[in-house]
Every structure is written in structure tokens, then in C-alpha cells.
């Protein structure tokens, strides 16, 4: 009985033979060229964090809002208030880290 039933056997043949065939490195394959995952992760960096940082600035207007709107009995002005300010700030963060670096 084989070691790999459960797997189909386009599978197993795949399996056994991707531990046989490991590319080789040479010496001209260790430098690194600037292509490939380096260059992606480097041109895609300033957007990796960008929808946490969108959600972040609005809920924190949203925050601001509602506390002020507690403190000062204005409910629920002041919710809308930091709503509109913590939606305009992420519109200009988008607008900064999208349009400004293109150029």
C-alpha cells in the first residue's frame, strides 16, 4: 500500500516529484535584482495599511463625535459633525497617499 491513498494520483506523482527536482542557486541568482516580490512590496507598501488607516480616522471622528456629544447634551449634532470631519479627513489621507505619490 502507498503512503499517499487519500491523494489523487496526479497528486502523488506531483508530491514526489517537486522533493526530487530542487532548482539550483548559483551565485548569479542569490543577488538581488530589484524585480520581482522586492520590487512589488516596495512599490505597493504605501497601500498595504491604507484601508485600516481610512477606517481609523473615521471611527475616530465618529469617536470624537459622540463624546463631545455626551459631554455637551448635543446629541446626536455632534456624532454627524465628527462623522463628516473623520470622512473628509480619510477623503484627503486617500487623496494624499494615492494621487501625490503618483507624481
Known amino acids: 500500500m502507498h503512503a ?6 496526479l497528486a502523488r506523482h506531483a508530491t514526489l516529484r517537486g522533493r ?3 532548482p ?14 522586492e520590487r512589488a512590496l516596495r512599490e505597493a507598501a504605501p497601500y498595504l495599511g491604507m ?7 473615521v471611527l475616530l471622528g465618529l ?3 459622540h463624546w ?3 459631554k455637551l447634551g448635543t446629541e446626536p449634532i455632534l456624532f454627524l459633525v465628527g462623522a463628516g470631519l473623520g470622512l473628509f ?7 494624499r497617499t494615492v494621487v501625490v505619490r503618483k507624481r
Not at 4 to 9: H, K, Q, R, W
Not at 24 to 37: E, I, L, Y
Open 51 to 57: 484601508g485600516t488607516s481610512l477606517a481609523v480616522t
Open 4 to 9: 499517499f491513498t487519500g491523494l489523487p494520483a
Open 20 to 22: 526530487c527536482s530542487q
Open 63 to 65: 469617536w470624537i463625535g
Open 68 to 70: 463631545l456629544d455626551k
Open 24 to 37: 539550483s542557486v548559483t551565485p548569479q541568482d542569490s543577488k538581488p535584482s530589484g524585480r520581482g516580490w
Open 89 to 95: 479627513a480619510a477623503g484627503y489621507q486617500f487623496y
